[in-house]
T-cell receptor
Framework: GAVVSQHPSWVICKSGTSVKIECRSLDFQATTMFWYRQFPKQSLMLMATSNEGSKATYEQGVEKDKFLINHASLTLSTLTVTSAHPEDSSFYIC?????????FGSGTRLTVV | GENVEQHPSTLSVQEGDSAVIKCTYSDSASNYFPWYKQELGKRPQLIIDIRSNVGEKKDQRIAVTLNKTAKHFSLHITETQPEDSAVYFCAASPSGGSNYKLTFGKGTLLTVNP
């Protein structure tokens, strides 16, 4: 079945630094990747939608200059959290249409100290 | 855009009892309604889904019903077991497995007491 590999699974970074999260579709082509953020005990909130070869579409209230999304190939989409601050600490998870419905990555736990 | 409401936010049942979680949606264009189970720190796992051309779908102890006229759908778990304890999310999309985004409900924390 369709698999999305997400790395890293967890990362701790210092305030002010940048962190890159990668999602790769392993056995299918993902022309679209959805990026979600999930705070503790809350739901998955869509941040942005990346499309291969074009600019990402950001949801209202999400800073596109802070959350940089690149979808340079049919199998790789990346999210870079720039100038991270403690309030950016969250669980970030990607999802691509594929398989039966949507396939989710395993998530990245980001902690900014 | 789509808005998905989910109730209850928490649900505690005794092992062997049934559990029901309900969701409503706002966008009449939505026609794909998946349910996910998420354990702490893990990715959501699809447990069942339904499309708008079907009113009910069952898979062993899990069933989903859809009332497209009223724009609501429900998850039914029978003979609950402690391992069913998790957070459950409903979601809606104009088309499953396509480039349309999923909108999630706020989740239900289900606790099954032994």
């Amino acid at each position: 079945g369709a698999v999305v590999s997400q790395h890293p699974s967890w990362v701790i970074c210092k305030s002010g630094t940048s962190v890159k999260i990668e999602c790769r579709s392993l056995d299918f082509q993902a022309t679209t990747m959805f990026w979600y953020r999930q705070f503790p005990k809350q739901s998955l909130m869509l941040m942005a939608t990346s499309n291969e070869g074009s600019k990402a579409t950001y949801e209202q209230g999400v800073e596109k200059d802070k959350f940089l999304i690149n979808h340079a190939s049919l199998t790789l989409s990346t999210l870079t959290v720039t100038s991270a601050h403690p309030e950016d600490s969250s669980f970030y998870i990607c999802s691509a249409p594929g398989g039966h419905g949507y396939t989710f990555g395993s998530g990245t736990r980001l902690t900014v100290v | 855009g789509e808005n998905v409401e989910q109730h209850p936010s928490t649900l505690s049942v005794q092992e062997g009892d049934s559990a029901v979680i309900k969701c409503t949606y706002s966008d009449s264009a939505s026609n794909y309604f998946p349910w996910y189970k998420q354990e702490l720190g893990k990715r959501p796992q699809l447990i069942i889904d339904i499309r708008s051309n079907v009113g009910e779908k069952k898979d062993q102890r899990i069933a989903v019903t859809l009332n497209k006229t009223a724009k609501h759908f429900s998850l039914h778990i029978t003979e609950t077991q402690p391992e069913d304890s998790a957070v459950y999310f409903c979601a809606a999309s104009p088309s499953g497995g396509s480039n349309y985004k999923l909108t999630f409900g706020k989740g239900t924390l289900l606790t099954v007491n032994p």
